[in-house]
């Protein structure tokens, strides 16, 4: 039993081993921080609980205010506004949930609604917050402010987005490109004329779909990015003038057939079968041996496409035994082109198979 | 005599404590790296949704390899889901690893099937395969289903690879459950980066309990079981924590065989996955990372924090057991199996870091915890237990395996709050304190059989029975 008129904390912790004095420092110190983890989860929680619900009222009245403003007649569009602006755009909180409710209305909207949604945005001074996020300095809200500005076609001079073209951040080229490109009312990718960085195939899938889902204009002729720096801006030159049926380029893209490096010149192989320019058998299947099995893959793509059994004869010579990837594509094709001969083809395959393994 | 035994004790401790710093700091610095590469995820990802692209004709398709063993229970269901899958282009090959069930008489009534003749090669050795089989109905015109003689899960897996169609292939669970747009977030890694990506791995979830509709997961519930529960702060703990970490520095030596994606080409390459080893997942990514180390190509390996994929976890202390056992011996099998690689330098962060890492504190830990158990009981016989001392120990170790759940869950409040209702919190704060008491003691001792097992040449799986997801249309799993 410990008698408390004689303890004395300071003798009982000197004469405490040294181990003891660190594991109930080490107790402690492990204590306190999962505490102050535990108060930090429950005031995560409680705080996106407070805040969802902000969220949530400011969404439910811009949606009452926002179907007004686009649908109905006797709205009194400038006061509302004012009333909107001075009572419900005090915190970040809200305008943050204004611009993705706007953001959120116009990718749902076309034509006269989606413009008076921009003007609504401009009357409100969004864009002064989205201008200010630009200039931030970090990048991550800086590819927000780029993606909003895109999104809502809100024009700023070329050189406050250009500087992003570079940037190390993927997600930051790739907002820059789409705001050029989204905003594009003619030569919808000059935007490439100034990208010092590889485009990553994600990047060109995006380039892809805006320029086939957002740009209104003629497309641009892609054989202009032929001579491009960057190899990966020439592989997707080549792509997009199959794409988009550039006929008038396939002179241009011929050299690529004996292009150094090896995704041009399976690129250009490809889109030239896409094209079904006639002459592209007669130029890669006589030095087929030489290839790597990737474009001796696409070779025999364009064979199956564009050739007949003839074509896939000349080079099924030039194939070693032991092409396994090469040969199963071969029989395939040749099952293709002599469907009535498709279990001896297998038959064969099948032996042929055994005997080497 | 007595003063040999204090000196030896004295080390003996000195050693424990040393070996418990180094093990916590180096938990700590996991933790900073993973709150660090979540926060950059997150800010990645806040602003724009990539699920327009699930439209786009533009991303390569994917072949997702399910290997199948005795799971006629849920395999109509199963593959069903995998057939909803939104992804723009991909086949599903299921391969029926010799089932001795009914599996494939209920694929073949289910889906109409009919025998191909499909050319393919063996471009990794596999067991022989009984047939390939389509279905006539052309609803199901990605299905593949492959019949072939029982190799387990490595060799059922390599069948797929040497059937299937695509360069990108996804090796998945059966029974796992994917969201919506699991396939577009797990490719994503191959395509926007500037090096080439060999793999690309995804959070794996408790499924257990959760709410589930025409195959996807509607509402996300605690698991009722104790068992599960603990996992569910285990899975925290590896994936928001430790591969975050490990992923930010590029030193991932593990893809979950439940869910991951990988380069087919490269996969060939390495030789496919080992069916010598228990831990096939883990010894396939080594092999290829060691490959491409050795090969001196510039690559990586992706890692998707968001949670992807839904999978069932062992909810019986027997079948976990079982488990724990079975990844303590593929962990082992694939360390020995690469130890060249261990503290050499020409391997870089996986050489200097990652297999040093795994070596001393996934392989070692719970037997140096099991001899430490074993010293004490030594220590107690010979009457040399300072009880305070031990006590302050024991608080130490309790406090910090408190803190480091802890610290898990803040990491899942702060980025994907999965678990929404407020009890749940509290439920699994309680699982944490019960956790290091009643639930860790069974995991060392399951580590420590598995290594035994290993030295007396066990090599199977042992059998993983799950309580199963038998009503598609609405169920509580495992309920």
């Known amino acids: 039993m410990v008698n408390f008129d004689t303890f004395n904390f300071d003798v009982f912790w000197a004469s ?162 789409l705001y050029f490109l989204k905003l594009a009312k003619e030569k919808p990718l000059k935007f490439l004329d100034k990208t010092v960085r590889p485009l990553t ?157 | 005599m007595s003063s040999i035994l204090s000196q ?23 933790a900073i790296f993973s709150l660090v590469e979540i926060r950059d995820y997150k800010r990645r990802n806040n602003f724009e949704d990539d699920i327009a692209l699930l439209q786009s004709l533009n991303l390569p398709a994917i072949s997702i390899l399910a290997p199948a063993f005795n799971e006629g229970l849920n395999i109509v269901e199963n593959v069903r889901s995998l057939l909803t899958i939104n992804y723009p282009s991909f086949e599903i090959v299921i391969i029926n690893d010799g089932s001795s069930d009914n599996s494939m008489e209920l694929l073949f009534a289910e889906y109409d099937l009919e025998k191909k003749d499909i050319l393919y090669h063996n471009f990794v050795k596999t067991k022989d395969v009984k047939g390939i089989y389509k279905s006539k109905n052309k609803a199901f015109k990605n299905l593949t289903v492959v019949d072939k003689e029982n190799g387990g899960k490595a060799d059922a897996l390599n069948t797929g690879i040497n059937i299937c169609q695509n360069s990108v292939i996804c090796c998945i669970d059966v029974d796992c459950i994917l969201e919506n747009d699991a396939m577009l977030k797990l490719i994503k890694p191959f395509l926007n980066n500037g090096n080439k990506v060999i793999a690309s791995g995804g959070v794996i979830r408790v499924a257990n309990s959760c709410v589930i509709e025409d195959g996807r997961i509607i509402e996300v519930k605690l698991p009722n079981s104790f068992v599960a529960r603990v996992q569910v702060l285990e899975y925290f703990r590896a994936f928001l924590m430790g591969r975050m970490a490990w992923s930010r520095v590029d030193g991932l030596l593990l893809i979950s065989g439940a869910f991951g994606m990988f380069d087919k080409q490269i996969v060939i390459e390495a030789g496919g996955y080992n069916t010598d080893t228990v831990g096939e997942d883990m010894e396939l990514l080594v092999r290829m990372r060691r490959m491409m180390q050795e090969r001196d190509e510039p690559y990586t390996v992706g890692f998707v924090p968001d949670p992807l994929c839904w999978t069932e976890v062992p909810q019986t202390w027997k079948v976990l ?51 430490g158990i074993l010293f004490f009981i030594i220590l107690l016989i010979m009457g040399q237990i300072s009880w305070p001392v031990f006590l302050t120990f024991f608080f130490v170790v309790y406090s910090f395996a408190i803190l480091f759940s802890v610290t898990a869950l803040f990491f899942e409040e702060y980025s994907f709050q999965q678990y929404k209702k407020p009890g749940y919190i509290l439920r699994l704060i309680g699982t944490a304190m019960l956790e290091p008491i009643i639930y860790h003691p069974v995991i060392m001792w399951s580590a420590v059989m598995g290594n035994f097992d290993l030295l007396r040449g066990k090599n199977n799986w042992g059998v993983m029975s799950r309580a199963g997801l038998s009503n598609p249309v609405k169920k509580q799993k495992s309920k």
């Open chain 1, 16 to 177: 405490m081993p040294w181990i003891m004095k660190l594991n109930i420092f080490f107790t402690l110190f492990f204590l306190s921080l999962a505490i102050i983890f535990f108060v930090s989860i429950i005031w995560i929680r409680i705080h996106k609980i407070y805040r969802n619900e902000k969220k949530k009222k400011q969404q439910d009245l811009l949606i009452d205010f926002l179907n007004s403003y686009l649908f109905d007649e006797d709205f009194d569009k400038d006061l509302e506004i004012k009333n909107f602006k001075e009572n419900h755009l005090k915190t970040s909180l809200e305008v943050k949930v204004t611009i993705k409710e706007i953001l959120h209305f116009h990718e749902n909207l076309k034509g006269e609604s989606a413009r008076d949604l921009e003007i609504l945005f401009s009357k409100l001074s969004l864009a002064e917050y989205i201008l200010l996020d630009l200039d931030d300095g970090r990048w991550f809200t800086a590819a927000r402010a780029i993606n909003v500005l895109s999104e809502l076609s809100i024009e700023v001079p070329s050189h406050r987005i250009e500087i992003y073209l570079n940037e190390s951040r993927n997600e930051v080229r790739q907002q820059s490109q």
């Open chain 2, 321 to 371: 057991q079982r488990q724990r056992n079975r990844w303590t011996r593929g962990t082992a099998e694939t360390l020995w199996m690469h130890k060249k690689m261990m503290f050499n330098p020409k391997y870089k962060i996986l050489g200097m870091l990652s297999t040093p890492f795994w070596f001393f504190f996934e392989w070692l830990a719970p037997l140096i915890e099991f001899i």
């Open chain 1, 201 to 357: 195939t994600w990047q060109q899938i995006y380039i892809e779909n805006a320029l086939k889902n957002f740009y209104k204009g003629s497309a641009p002729d892609f054989s202009q990015w032929l001579d491009h720096d960057l190899s990966s801006v020439v592989e997707f030159s080549i792509r997009m003038i199959a794409r988009y049926n550039q006929f008038e380029n396939i002179p241009k893209l011929v050299p690529f057939l004996k292009s150094e490096n090896e995704a041009l010149k399976c690129e250009s192989i490809n889109s030239l079968t896409n094209l079904e320019f006639e002459g592209l058998l007669e130029l890669v299947t006589p030095n087929f041996i030489e290839n790597s099995i990737a474009i001796k893959l696409k070779i025999l793509d364009a064979v199956e496409k564009l050739g007949d059994h003839d074509d896939l004869m000349k080079i099924g010579d030039q194939m070693a035994t032991t092409d396994w990837e090469l040969r199963i594509k071969y029989h395939n094709i040749e099952l293709g082109f002599l469907p009535d001969k498709k279990e001896l083809i297998y038959s064969q395959f099948m032996m042929e198979k055994r005997l080497v393994i």
């Open chain 2, 8 to 30: 030896f004790t004295e080390i003996a401790s000195w050693l424990f404590l040393i070996y418990g710093s180094i093990i916590s700091s180096g938990y700590l610095f996991t």
